[in-house]
């Protein structure tokens, strides 16, 4: 155990006259980083207050006196100090010493800070949601910045998300919520429709992922973490901006200190029109003969709606759980779809995606569940969820929004006889899905803990069309997908804390089943459907382990290594009737070597500056990759193509990121990330995969004001840069001309925003201007983003009533 | 050389000028007059642009993903083995996500481009040839998407450069549900309703010309076994220009259950037979000679000789034939021309072929015996002819087990001259010329490859 040091620091504002007074305070570690969560009790009172993401809290109407404070929190040694209440507003900080078993803590609870998991060993980054939820911010615009996250979105709120974690993207990513892939909810309850409000914080797990977050995650994980805790707390919030967007959400909790019930509820609602303003080569109207003029358009068919919540009902800090609920997640959502993949000269009309999902859930989680040092946490989720295309509408419509015209001036239909090339479609997908995870660890004292993780998740998937007909819909196949991954992981934290390290191994296991119904004779020689039942199991192990060693208070280096894979999905299993793919049983896994070496320096304090700047070195190295083979005139009338294990592919890179801030007042956070992505031909010539944004910056400011306008307020200016580097959709020589025509150009955008807390402490008002120079904005495969965009919200929050 | 460029140019803009407006093809049949106003109106010399076309590998040698190059060298270039030409160094990329399907006037001093897939699919861009990477567009832009999708299948027609003609179809099951809607066990499979799809562009103005759809049926009896027209692409004109053959591949379903079957008895070759320019009034017409497909891939796959349009089936279970369309319309089941007979091999596979004015061809096929390469079955070159019925494989030009012909799409015919490209996938190779009366074959500039890539033909 290390000595306590306090420092209490008193700041004289004015004299005042009043009998009672506010203790404003700051609950921070040794390194000054800030301790979340922490509970600040007024000895002799019954006056308490919890620590917010930057460590502050306040108590206020105290009678003059001397009080007693007692400051508890998982993360740090217990601690007492004294204060003199004297004055009307009175100012303490508290310095706390770490818990000698913090990492074993961060595991079990899931809880820590940001600064604990970073320098846990993993390369990971923790991204606090508390400020951006106060603000016009989207969950997707906050992991954009992070450092190695490159997010790729086809278009505006509420299209879809393709996340890139150090060049690796599409599914060798999992996202988690609260542990749980979020497959099982689907696209109406992820991260384009929670609201940041509802999210505590949200973990990157570059190329290593610890063992309960349990997936065939080739190349990371993202965790959401929704709020947790036993906290009052009533939050409402609307947003208004531009595109007729309109975000509201509203999240609560209530304990009764007796019993322990605790009732928690979270809803939120998001609308846009995404009508923003289109140019480019493919945005034109034409006319007579197909001659065509260039325009500038509002997308006119992209409006998204999402509305969702979570009620749960349970138990917090009771004798037998520290958390125990069951409840209910239900979401629906309802997104336009403007055009394909790509914007071409064809935008659709009345193309749209609904989704819904319906889940009952079931948290348990327990320290010292039965003995000292065994701790239990189990997350269930079980319901259906369902997906629906609907494009019906044969008739072609321009990018003016009107009725297109045809080479003869007459308006027409498409020959598809719908908006998207393949023809018309109510396209259904319901699913039942199921998923639990569980987790044990057992601690055995401060330097040994042992983990075990186990996931289930499954899907049964049934397909349908209404414009099809029963016979038709009667022989479309269902897929069915168990999968379960067990992990061990056995943590370390010797040296006096110098070095902690953990090795873990994972078993995946797959089941996929294909139920395909085929017409046979009964005994009396009668045509019945019978189903075909084949079924194919993936089994595959990995391991890996992660490290960190504090060479100097102030340098930890970080190595962490993982052998990841990802089991091969359903259709790469069983094919796609649609598009001619017939089943490969015997396909493998993709696997991936994964390493990361990195640093992080600090935090060093120089007077009243402080920064931390932190580095790591990666390598993904994937083999048996997926893919389709390559059409040949042996194969190219063939019903019979398979997915096959046929590629490779390599990313080595960089990421770095500076943390400087003054005071309290000035923060400023820059980070940088740059890889090749390679493929290595037989011949062993790396060759670079194309359509990859490989270089990316952000930087953002923070510069806060107290006592502005009024007293007890608070200004918050921000300013954030996003760069992107030029890059293009294929690879084309240097000296070789028409190159242009394949790049997607270098984007630089810039944001402002302002937030302003009220005196009252509950109220905090944030304006927030997008893109100020309407630079743009282009995603994958040139689809362009919204201009400048203005947006206002209002939030309103009450902490323990 | 930069005099000579010059003159090129003034050459080569003269000849589009004129050879646009005067149908200058060596395919057509009644062209003698024509091929001397192209003299005339030409140069002393007998020069024209050969525009040399490779597809880059993408991640996997020879899938050609990574982008069309061309790079443009004259004749007498073309001709001399001391040239070397690296599109894949310095050559042009062709504005197109997926392969290009190229396409070149006859006289080879314009190319025309349809972009395939991304977010111009569909989109029509000439150039003018003027030398090296140098492709200046010319005329405006237009697209078909609206009318055959984004990857479209197009090919221009032997008018004299006038017109380009693209293809769609999209196919819909027709079930009789019995009258019990919730009833599956009664309901029967009617036929596979294919509704085609024929844009014509006017190449010279950037222009639609015309835009009609149809529903093509086949026989009752194919149609109630769950044949359908599942693709269509390589449209042709026959010599009165009233016709336009499109040709098809079928495909089978399983009627008891609407699934796609696998295994199943190939049908006669068909063609879909329209008027033309109105693009109405749809027939089939079957051979009885050839069986499988007439669809091609991307090469052009029929063409007119001699008043007959001579068209080659692909995945003909008794090896490719080259059947022969006669003025009436109809399939000329007395004109048999079976590849393995020919040539003495089995399962031949027409990959891309191209005749000369004088009946005489040259085919890029593969067969059983083909060596497996990195990138597929090995390809060889024949020279044929359509009047004797007699191919022999041309053994002047090296080959080798990496020597691929499936994405094959150009040959450059100049006079009774033939060019070809050959380089194995990732090794350099040259461009061969094929005298069609003599068969001479002559070694012509060293083609540099790069790594994974192949050549795709001269336009």
């Known amino acids: 155990m290390r000595y306590i040091i306090f420092v209490i620091t008193l700041l004289f504002f004015n004299i005042i006259h009043s009998q009672t007074g506010l203790i404003s305070g700051t609950v921070v570690l040794e390194d000054d980083s800030p301790v979340i969560n922490a509970h600040i009790k007024v000895l002799g009172t019954n006056r308490s207050a919890i620590s917010d993401f930057d460590g502050k809290f306040e108590i206020d109407k105290l009678q003059y006196n001397t009080y007693e404070l007692s400051i508890s929190t998982i993360e740090a040694d217990n601690k007492k100090v004294s204060i003199n209440i004297d004055k009307e507003y009175n100012t303490i900080i508290i310095r706390l010493s770490k818990k000698m078993n913090q990492l074993s803590e961060v595991v079990i609870n899931g809880k820590s800070i940001e600064t604990e998991k970073e320098t846990s060993g993993y390369a990971v980054n923790v991204i606090k949601t508390k400020e951006a939820s106060l603000r016009n911010i989207q969950t997707n615009d906050l992991l954009n910045t992070t450092v190695g996250v490159k997010i790729r979105q086809n278009g505006g709120l509420g299209s879809e998300v393709n996340y890139s974690l150090n060049g690796l993207s599409g599914s060798s990513i999992k996202i988690f919520i609260d542990g749980i892939p979020s497959s099982v909810y689907g696209s109406s309850f992820s991260l384009n429709s929670i609201p940041p409000s509802m999210i505590k914080n949200i973990e990157v797990y570059k190329g290593v992922v610890p063992g309960h977050l349990s997936d065939d995650a080739l190349g990371g994980a993202i965790n959401v973490v929704l709020h947790k805790g036993s906290k009052d707390f009533f939050n409402a919030a609307v947003s208004y901006g531009s595109f007729n967007t309109i975000q509201a959400s509203v999240n609560g909790l209530y304990h009764f200190d007796k019993s322990g019930f605790t009732i928690k509820t979270s809803l939120f609602n998001n609308y846009s029109d995404n009508n923003y303003k289109v140019s480019g080569r493919a945005i034109v109207v034409t006319g007579l003969g197909g001659v065509q003029t260039p325009i500038t358009a509002r997308r006119f068919n992209d409006v998204y709606r999402s509305t969702g919540g979570m009620a749960q009902i349970g138990y917090t800090n009771v004798s037998w759980a520290d958390q125990f609920f069951i409840g209910v997640t239900a979401s629906d959502d309802y997104k336009e779809v403007q055009h394909g993949a790509f914007m071409t000269i064809r935008p659709y009309k009345d193309r749209f995606l609904e989704s819904d999902a319906l889940l009952a859930n079931l948290i348990y989680q327990k320290d010292d569940f039965l003995t000292k040092g065994l701790a239990i946490n189990i997350n269930g989720l079980y319901g259906s969820r369902n997906r629906t295309v609907n494009d019906t509408v044969a008739a072609a419509y321009s990018w003016s929004g009107e009725r297109a015209i045809d080479f003869k001036g007459d308006e027409y239909e498409y020959t598809w006889g719908s908006q998207q090339e393949g023809g018309p479609t109510l396209a259904k997908i319901e699913r039942k899905v199921a998923s639990i995870r569980t987790g044990l660890s057992y601690k055995i004292n401060d330097h040994h803990k042992f983990l075990a993780n186990h996931s289930y998740s499954g899907i049964d998937r049934e397909d349908s069309d209404p414009l099809l007909s029963l016979l038709e819909n009667t022989f479309i196949g269902t897929r069915d997908l168990h999968k379960n991954i067990y992990a061990l992981t056995y943590e370390l934290v010797t040296l006096d804390q110098k070095l902690r390290a953990s090795v873990f191994g994972k078993y995946y296991h797959q089941k996929t089943i294909s139920i395909d119904p085929a017409i046979a004779q009964d005994e009396n020689g009668n045509s019945i459907v019978v189903d075909e039942v084949v079924s194919s199991n993936n089994k595959d192990d990995g391991y890996g382990f992660v490290t960190s060693f504090a060479i100097h208070p102030k340098l930890t280096l970080l190595a962490s290594a993982e052998k990841a894979i990802r089991l091969p999905d359903e259709t790469e299993v069983f094919g796609n009737d649609g598009d001619n793919v017939v089943a490969n049983t015997s396909i493998r896994p993709e696997k991936s070597n994964n390493y990361n070496l990195g640093f992080r320096l600090g935090a060093f304090n120089i007077k009243k500056n402080q920064f931390t700047v932190s580095s790591n070195f990666f390598i993904r190295d994937i083999t048996d990759r997926i893919g389709l083979p390559i059409e040949n005139s042996l194969n190219v009338d063939d019903e019979l193509i398979v997915y096959v294990n046929q590629g490779n592919a390599k990313s080595k890179g960089v990421d770095a990121q500076l943390n400087y801030s003054y005071k309290n007042n000035l923060g400023l956070n820059f980070n940088i990330s740059r890889f090749d992505l390679t493929t290595t031909t037989d011949a062993g010539t790396e060759i670079d995969i194309p359509n990859t944004p490989f270089f990316t910056m952000n930087g953002s400011l923070r510069y806060s004001l107290k006592d502005v306008f009024q007293e007890n307020t608070r200004l918050n200016l921000f300013y954030s840069l996003y760069f992107t580097g030029e890059f293009s959709y294929l690879n084309i020589p240097s000296g070789v001309g028409g190159a242009d025509f394949f790049k997607v150009p270098e984007q630089i955008s810039q944001d402002l925003g302002i937030s302003y807390a009220f005196p009252d402490k509950k109220t905090v008002m944030s304006f927030d201007v997008k893109n100020i120079f309407d630079k743009p904005l282009y995603d994958n495969l040139r689809v362009q983003k919204p201009g400048r965009a203005l947006y206002l919200k209002i939030n309103y929050t009450i902490n323990n009533y | ?459």
């Open chain 2, 1 to 459: 050389m930069r005099r000579t460029l010059l003159d090129f140019k003034t050459l080569t803009l003269t000849a589009l000028t004129i050879g646009l407006m005067t149908a200058c093809s060596s395919d057509d049949t009644d062209t003698s007059t024509e091929t001397e106003t192209e003299t005339e109106a030409g140069t002393e010399d007998e020069t024209r642009w050969i525009t040399v076309a490779g597809a880059q590998m993408g991640d996997e040698p020879g899938d050609g993903n990574g982008g069309t190059l061309i790079y443009s060298v004259t004749s007498e270039e073309a001709k001399d083995p001391s040239v070397s030409i690296s599109p894949f160094e310095n050559g042009f990329t062709a504005p197109s996500n997926r392969t290009a399907r190229l396409q070149s006037s006859e006289d080879g001093s314009t190319i025309f481009n349809i972009s395939y897939a991304g977010d111009t699919g569909g989109t029509y861009t000439k150039y003018l040839v003027e030398g090296g990477q140098t492709f200046t567009q010319s005329g405006t832009e237009v697209s078909i998407e609206p009318y055959v999708g984004t990857a479209p299948r197009w090919i221009k027609l032997f008018d004299g450069d006038k017109t380009g003609a693209a293809v769609y179809v999209s196919t819909e099951n027709e079930i009789d549900d019995n009258g019990t809607e919730d009833d599956a066990s009664d309901d029967t499979y009617i036929r596979t309703n294919a509704t085609i799809g024929v844009v014509t562009l006017d190449l010279e103005n950037s222009l639609i010309n015309n835009f009609q759809e149809h529903s093509v049926a086949l026989t009752d009896e194919e149609e109630a076994l769950g044949y359908y027209i599942s693709r269509i692409d390589m449209p042709v004109l026959n010599e009165a220009g009233d016709k336009l053959y499109i040709g098809a591949r079928l495909s089978k379903l399983d009627p008891t259950t609407t699934e796609s079957d696998s295994d199943y008895e190939i049908l006669g070759s068909k063609t879909i037979v329209l008027d033309y320019p109105s693009l109405l009034n749809p027939s089939v017409i079957t051979s009885t000679v050839g069986y499988g497909n007439t669809n091609g891939y991307r090469s052009i796959n029929a063409f007119l000789y001699d008043g007959s349009v001579y068209q080659a089936n692909q995945s003909d279970p008794s090896g490719s034939h080259i059947l022969k369309i006669d003025a009436d319309n109809e399939y000329d089941d007395s004109y048999i021309f079976n590849l393995d007979d020919a040539l003495g091999v089995e399962g031949a596979y027409i990959l891309a072929w191209r005749p000369a004015a004088n009946g005489k061809a040259v085919i890029a096929y593969r067969h059983d015996g083909s060596e497996e390469g990195v990138a597929g079955a090995q390809g060889f070159f024949a020279l044929a002819d359509l009047n004797t019925k007699t191919a022999t494989r041309i053994d002047a030009i090296p080959y080798n087990a990496d020597f691929y012909l499936f994405q094959y799409q150009g040959f450059v015919v100049d006079g009774n001259e033939i060019y070809v490209t050959e380089a194995p996938v990732g090794e350099n190779g040259n461009i061969y010329v094929i005298d069609t009366e003599t068969g001479e074959v002559t070694k012509g500039a060293e083609l540099v490859n790069a790594e994974g890539s192949h050549f795709i033909g001269t336009f």
